[in-house]
C-alpha cells in the first residue's frame, strides 16, 4: 500500500512525493528499466496525452472541457510529475531549488520594466 | 524581487512554487497571454527542450552529459514544473493530491504479483 | 553537390527525395548515428520546432504569421520529411502504398455518411 | 472510394497524395476544423504516436520490433505525411522544392570536409 511514511511531515512535499514515486516503481522492480533515455520519451509522452486533450479544442470551449475532464487533467499533469520528479532524483536535483534558481534567472532576463504586458517579451521567453 | 512570502513555511511546498510562478507571470502582466491551449503547447515545448539533451545520445554516454549538464537539466525541468503548476492552478486541481490518487489508480492496474520485474507490464503503464 | 540522378524523371518522386537525404547523409558518413530511436527522437523534435511557430499565435495572427514565414515553414516540413523518408527506406516501407493504404483504412473506419460535418467524428480520427 | 484520378501519371506523387488527403477531409467536410493551430498539433500528436514505439525498446530489439510492426509503423508515417501534405497546401508550398531547398542549405552548412564522420557536427544539424 502507498503511504506517506509516518513522521513525513516533516520531509518537504516533493520528496514525499518522490519517495511515492520510487516507492511504487521498487515494488514492480522497474527501476531496471528506467533508463534516462526512456524517462525523458516518457516524460514527452505524457505532455503529449495533454496536448491531445487540446486537439480540436479551444477558448472557452476548451476551458469547459478542461473542467469537465478535471480529473483527467489530473492525471495526466500527475504522470507528468512522476517522470519529473523521478529524472531529478537520478540526477540528485532539488527540484524546488532548481525551480527558484529558473525563476531568479527569468527574472533577470524579463526585466519588469521592460517585459510588462508585452507579447513580444513573454513569445521570447521559451527563446533562451 | 521573488521571495518566499513570510510565515510561508506552513505553506505547502507545490503552492509556495506556484505562487512564485504567479509572481513572476503577474509582475510582468502576462496573464492575459495563458490561455489553456497555450499553455498545454508550452509545456509541451518544454518538454522537447529536455528531449533535445537526449538526442544521439544513451547509455553511460548520456547519463555523464546530464551529469556534466546538471544545471541545464535542473532548468529544464523547471520550465516543465512551471507549466504543470499554472495549469493546475488554474482548474484548481491540488498537484499533490492528483499525484497521489493516480499513483493509488496505477498500484490497482498495476497490482504487485503481476507486474514485478515484468518488462510487459512495464511496456503497458502507459496504455491505459 | 545535390543533384538530380539523370534519368531521374522516370523514378517516383519520394524515392528521388529519398535520394537526396541519403546522399547528403552518406556524404558526411553519418548513417553510423542514425539508429531507429534517435531518427524517431529527432522526428518529434522536428515537429516540435514547427509547434514552436505557432506558440501564443491563433486564428488569423498565425495564418498571416505562416504566410510571412513561408520559408520558414518550408525548412520545418523539410526537416519532417527527411525523417519520414530516411525512417520509411530503413524499413523499406513504401510511403506512398503506406499513404493510401492508411488513406482507405480511414475511409472505412469514417463512413462519409456518418462523418460528415462531425468535429465528433472528426475528433475521434486520431483515437483509432 | 479514393482514388487516383486518370490521368494522374503526369501529375507530381505529392500533389497525387496531396488530393487523396483533400478528397478524404472534403468528402467529410472537415475543413471547416483545419485551422492551422490544430493542423500542426495534429502533426506533433502523430509524431507522438511513432515515439511511443520506441518507448522501452532500443538496439536490435527495436530494430525487430519496427520489422515485426512494419505496418504499424507505415500507418504512423502516413499519418504525419498526411498533416504534412496538408499544412504545404494551406500555404501553397511545394513541399518537393522546399525539401529540396532546405537540403542545399544543410550541404553548405555542414561542408563535406568538416562534417565527414563527425558526431559532433551531426550533433549540431538540429541546433540550426
Redesign the interface.
Known amino acids: ?2 503511504d506517506l511514511a509516518s513522521g513525513g511531515g516533516e520531509m ?3 520528496l514525499q ?1 518522490t519517495e ?2 520510487e516507492r ?1 516503481r521498487d ?4 527501476k ?2 528506467h ?4 524517462m ?9 496525452e ?10 472557452e470551449a ?2 469547459e472541457h ?2 469537465r475532464e ?1 480529473d483527467q ?3 495526466e ?6 517522470w ?1 520528479l523521478l ?2 532524483r537520478r ?1 540528485d ?1 532539488d ?2 531549488e ?10 533577470e532576463k ?1 526585466p ?1 520594466a521592460e ?5 513580444e ?3 521570447r521567453l ?1 527563446k533562451r
Open positions: 500500500m502507498l518537504s512535499e516533493l512525493l511515492l514515486a511504487f515494488e514492480r522492480d522497474w531496471q528499466f533508463n534516462l533515455k526512456d525523458v520519451v516518457s516524460l514527452q509522452l505524457e505532455s503529449s495533454l496536448l491531445e486533450m487540446v486537439q480540436w479544442r479551444s477558448g476548451l476551458d478542461f473542467r478535471r487533467v489530473g492525471d499533469l500527475a504522470d507528468i510529475l512522476y519529473i529524472i531529478a540526477l536535483i527540484l524546488s532548481a525551480f527558484k534558481r529558473k525563476m531568479r534567472k527569468n527574472e524579463y519588469v517585459s510588462r504586458g508585452s507579447a517579451k513573454h513569445d521559451r
